[in-house]
């Protein structure tokens, strides 16, 4: 249903479209007969909630009330809330400002209705009023259960509500106080009433192993189980698949191939081998990517399911992957030693780095050797003499008795949330390998390619930002016991450039013959956002004479690297870009200065990968494609809503753990760095530790602090101490709320009040005092 009214609103909202009947419309979209029914339901419910517009002659168009404007709502700590509209212009802002009385009983993702009451200015948003929620993101919710004055409630996590919601007789479930526990909302709260909800599933008691795991894998509703028809149908191609059967393959198992991947992963989906030409002296990348669509068929089980799904999800010590590990862990990942099918792109490069030939192949291959990150970094340190040269550093570990592959479920992903472990050999099932004396050569012209890469890449304006990973450390007994930020190195670099030049290929390739695919595509940012982070910049010392130019922005980017600052400017640009999304739709990947992209190289955990791999082994068989360009739109929306899904609940539970084991460290201290200013404090970000904070402005006791907007800083009335963006501060941590995912801290130098004026009712983050305000 949620595709149908993708394409729906997608043709009637195109400025191409003529306003068409029902029936008319149906045919243009190209859709199947029997689906007619569903597409009128579908119209019909699109004209209730004010959606379309039927006109007297019953044709339909995009709804066009006056005054009004329908987005996604998103609620704030304080209460109030902003609307993203669908369709921004001159008129509003990207938001416009929800006051809470004004919001219904409308909760953050659901999609509504507004009236606009007030105009955006240059210094304002607009705002507004919700007249109608249109549809629900989610009825299910995880709290934690709790008693009061004989009434049985449920504190929702996070800052969804204000108010608990009351569960009536939650004993049908065994729900005990302090339980973690899912419910469904039967009535929605808003700023005067509770609201209503039913306790469905109780999860275990707060603070028990896997109880942390099992709340956001619930409020994100993400999937775990397979259909059992998935799972058949895995098995049944993995009985079927022979290492000899090459049939209508390229053969490279004889060609010297390498995985580098984290050391933990088990399921490899890219391989490598750079040669040079010995006639043209032309560098030769050959990039291998598991074929996993030799494996699904379009339209069965194991290809529904992972279209429903349109990503694996990557969690603290947990992978919920797109495919049965059948698939995504054996018969498509590229194991050591083992016979894998692939699609090769081949790729020459002139000395200066003109690209020359490119080729596509359904091809097999044989992995010679499973690197790690750091196994590829250590021998590149010995060739740059940073390291003494290690015997026999290549040489596989011995064989184990029933030894098996590295115990992971993730590609490229592990090091954000996994914690460290020894460095594997991975040798595939035990196997001893031998190695050819030209791998070490080979890992030279990796090397020195892919920083010819990385060189040409930021010539043309590329912009890297540094927005280090969270890196989860665990005891023996799984708890988390520290946290780092992950390391990106030169073996990293290697991989990412690699990657980077294959998915660029295809993409080209695709839009040389005009053949529609799923582009991974990023707008250029709105000018008024780069204005803004122009100015940021300059208030921090790095003038910009022209923010639309990428080469200066790289340059304020790579200035800071280094610097304390780091942290506040990288994040200030990258909030001022656009999302990146996938959609047929031409456009240019701006942070990648790429004007034709798309992702073709992790179809194990992608879905709009599968679909481009679909697409090439068309043109490799037939020498032509072709593709609904109106079924790529809904599949695009789905897989980019579905990502931003997944992201958000990796970052819910990073954050969640690194608060707990904060909240078992009050008073311990840490060096930050200011990251954000407001009226009512400051946020910063440890130094070496993968947190942020607020310090309230009512923790600053020395003097009456007043909030300066144009220069981003806090200063003393009496004492003129400031603290502004980018400054280095000594904080402790003085409370952790795990129920609102929120962290207070402190200066180093103060000591909290006697009595805390800000009360039980509300923690600290939720107090927004008017801009100008002085608060003690």
């Known amino acids: 249903m949620s595709d149908l009214l993708s394409k729906i609103l997608h043709a009637v909202t195109a400025k191409s479209y003529v306003p068409l009947k029902a029936k008319p419309l149906f045919k243009r979209l190209n859709l199947p007969e029997d689906e007619y029914p569903a597409f009128r339901k579908t119209v019909r419910e699109l004209v209730r909630t004010g959606r379309l517009a039927l006109a007297r002659n019953n044709t339909l168009r995009a709804a066009d009330i006056h005054g009004t404007v329908t987005g996604v709502y998103r609620r704030v700590t304080s209460g109030h809330g902003f609307v993203r509209p669908h369709t921004v212009d001159g008129t509003f802002k990207p938001e416009i400002f929800i006051r809470e009385d004004k919001g219904l009983d409308a909760a953050t993702g659901d999609e509504v209705m507004v009236r606009v009451t007030r105009e955006a200015t240059r210094l304002k948003d607009a705002a507004g009023e919700i007249v109608r929620v249109l549809e629900r993101a989610t009825r299910t919710f995880v709290g934690t259960y709790f008693e009061r004055d004989r009434q049985a409630l449920v504190r929702v996590d996070g800052n969804a509500f204000t108010h608990s919601i009351a569960v009536g007789d939650a004993g049908a479930k065994g729900a005990k106080p302090q339980d973690k526990v899912v419910i469904e909302m039967l009535r929605f709260p808003t700023q005067d009433s509770r609201g209503e909800g039913v306790v469905t599933e109780v999860l275990g008691a707060h603070g028990q192993p896997g109880v942390d795991t099992l709340s956001v894998i619930r409020a994100f509703g993400l999937p775990e ?7 058949n149908e895995a098995r049944q191609v993995a009985s079927q698949f022979s290492e000899t059967d090459l049939h209508g393959r390229d053969d490279f198992t004889s060609e010297l191939v390498i995985t580098i991947d984290p050391p933990d992963a088990k399921d490899y989906d890219d391989a490598v081998s750079v040669t040079i030409d010995p006639k043209t002296k032309h560098w030769v990348l050959t990039v291998h990517i598991a074929d996993v669509a030799a494996f699904v068929k379009p339209g069965g089980a194991l290809d529904t399911e992972a279209r429903k799904r349109a990503t694996s999800v990557y969690l603290p010590q947990k992978v919920i992957p797109m495919f049965p590990e059948v698939i995504s862990n054996g018969l498509a990942s590229l194991q050591e030693g083992k016979v894998r099918y ?12 003109q690209k020359g030939h490119v080729t596509f192949a359904n091809g097999a291959i044989r992995n010679r050797k499973r690197f790690t990150y750091d196994e590829v970094q250590e021998q590149l340190d010995v060739m740059e003499g940073k390291k003494q040269k290690q015997p026999n550093p290549l040489t596989p570990f011995p064989k184990k008795e029933g030894g098996t592959e590295p115990n992971a479920a993730d590609t490229k992903r592990s090091a954000p949330v996994l914690s460290p472990s020894p460095l ?33 890449r930021f010539r043309r304006g590329a912009l890297e930002l540094t927005m280090p990973e969270a890196v989860l450390e665990y005891d023996a007994d ?22 980077l030049a294959a998915n660029e290929a295809v993409a080209e390739h695709f839009t040389r013959y005009e053949v529609p695919f799923l582009r991974r595509v990023h707008p250029a940012p709105n000018e008024e956002k780069l204005e803004a982070f122009g100015q940021f910049a300059d208030l921090l010392g790095y003038p910009i004479k022209r923010v639309q130019d990428r080469f200066e922005l790289q340059r304020v980017l790579t200035e800071t690297a280094d610097k304390p600052e780091r942290a506040a400017v990288h994040f200030a640009l990258l909030r001022s870009l656009k999302q990146a999304t996938y959609s047929p739709i031409q456009d240019e990947h701006y942070a990648l200065a790429s004007q034709h992209y798309c992702h073709f190289t992790s179809p194990i955990r992608r879905y709009p990968d599968l679909q481009v791999h679909r697409l090439l082994d068309k043109w490799i068989k037939t020498g032509s494609a072709s593709a609904n360009t109106e079924e790529l739109v809904a599949l695009g929306d789905h897989c980019s809503k579905l990502e931003r899904r997944a992201e958000t609940a990796e970052r819910e539970l990073v954050k969640l753990r690194l608060l707990t084991y904060l909240s078992s460290r009050i008073g311990e201290a840490l060096d930050a760095v200011i990251t954000g200013v407001a009226d009512y404090g400051f946020f910063a970000q440890a130094e070496r530790f ?8 009512s923790s600053l006791v020395d003097d009456y602090y007043w909030f300066d907007e144009s220069s981003h800083t806090l200063e003393g009335r009496r004492t ?14 003085a409370r952790v709320d795990l129920q609102r995912r929120m962290l207070d801290l402190r200066l180093a130098d103060t000591h909290p009040k006697a009595e805390d004026d800000r009360g039980d009712a509300l923690p600290s983050y939720g107090r927004v005092p008017k801009s100008g305000r002085r608060r003690k």
């Open 424 to 456: 594997r050999g991975g040798v595939g099932e035990g196997l001893q390998t031998e190695f050819p004396p030209d791998l070490p050569a080979m890992l030279r012209r990796m090397r020195d390619l892919a920083l010819l890469l990385r060189k040409k």
């Open 225 to 231: 189980v397979f259909p059992e028809s998935a799972l």
């Open 478 to 499: 799984g708890r988390v016991s520290g946290a780092h930020f992950a390391e990106h190195n030169l073996s990293h670099q290697i991989v990412e450039e690699f990657m």
């Open 342 to 353: 692939v699609k090769t792109v081949r790729m020459e490069f002139t000395p200066n780095l």
């Open 690 to 697: 993968p947190a942020e904070g607020l310090v309230h402005i």
């Open 720 to 733: 003129k101490r400031r603290f502004r963006l980018g400054d280095r501060v000594r904080l402790v941590v």
